[in-house]
């Protein structure tokens, strides 16, 4: 049972755009979601989180939205770059307080910014 | 350099020659953690560790075991690896905002 679905393998998008990169999650015990951003040769690197006590976090040009009620996340990024292009993964875990940092992954999106 | 590293970047083996991927981290991190990427599959969490002498299984421990002796180090160990342990493993830390330290990927090619 897959608890956080990136349900778009892939993604392309013209340099200057808005990318937006979904994400969905299936278990109510998760409260901390975070991104990751990995180009070929290299480990994943962390981008952005946001907490389910917000709904929105934002840093430069990378937004998150987090809607809890419909388990449903995303990542913004405006405008696109073609550095932006790698594969993001979505994760989550359960309340840092909980005991638990173990982390979910999603199966990623690959992003392509076309110049 | 806060940084997590892992030894070795690449190998080839054969089926049921033991071996040891290792991992080491400069920040004093406590949450350790071993993950292997298969296309169409994402990261996959193997083992992790709390800390010192505290580990526990992840997602997919079968055919692995880990140590952790130090809080810096964190080594993956294969005791008889099969071609289904093929794969791209990734070490990473706990730290700072939640966000894990990845270290650069081990590509294991067994044979």
């Known amino acids: 049972d897959q608890q956080v679905k990136q349900n778009s393998p892939s993604l392309s998008v013209q340099e200057g755009r808005i990318s937006i990169l979904n994400c969905d999650y299936t278990?109510?015990?998760?409260?901390?979601f975070l991104w990751y951003k990995k180009y070929p040769a290299e480990g994943p690197t962390f981008l952005i989180s946001?907490?389910?006590?917000?709904d929105k976090n934002e840093d430069g040009r990378f937004t998150v939205f987090l809607n809890k009620s419909a388990k449903h996340l995303s990542l913004h990024i405006v405008p696109s770059q073609p550095g932006d292009s790698a594969v993001y993964f979505c994760?989550?875990?359960?309340?840092?307080?909980?005991?638990?940092?173990?982390?979910?992954f999603g199966k990623g999106t690959k992003l392509s910014v076309i110049p | 350099e806060a940084q997590v590293t892992q030894n070795p970047r690449y190998l080839i083996t054969v089926t049921g020659k033991k071996l040891t991927v290792t991992c080491s981290q400069n920040?004093?991190?406590?949450?350790m953690s071993w993950y292997r990427q298969d296309p169409g599959l994402g990261l996959r969490q193997i083992y992790y560790?709390?800390?010192?002498?505290?580990?526990d299984k992840g997602d997919v421990p079968e055919g692995y075991k880990v140590s952790r002796k130090e809080k810096r180090n964190f080594p993956l160990i294969l005791e008889s690896p099969s071609p289904n342990q093929t794969s791209l493993y990734f070490c990473?830390?706990?730290?700072?905002?939640?966000?894990?330290?990845f270290g650069s990927g081990t590509r294991l090619t067994v044979v």
């Open positions: 560790s709390m800390n010192v002498e505290v580990t």
């Open positions: 994760a989550a875990s359960p309340a840092p307080g909980a005991g638990s940092y173990q982390l979910t």
């Open positions: 990473a830390s706990l730290g700072g905002s939640g966000g894990y330290t």
């Open positions: 278990n109510s015990m998760f409260d901390y």
């Open positions: 920040m004093n991190h406590e949450y």
């Open positions: 946001i907490s389910s006590i917000k």
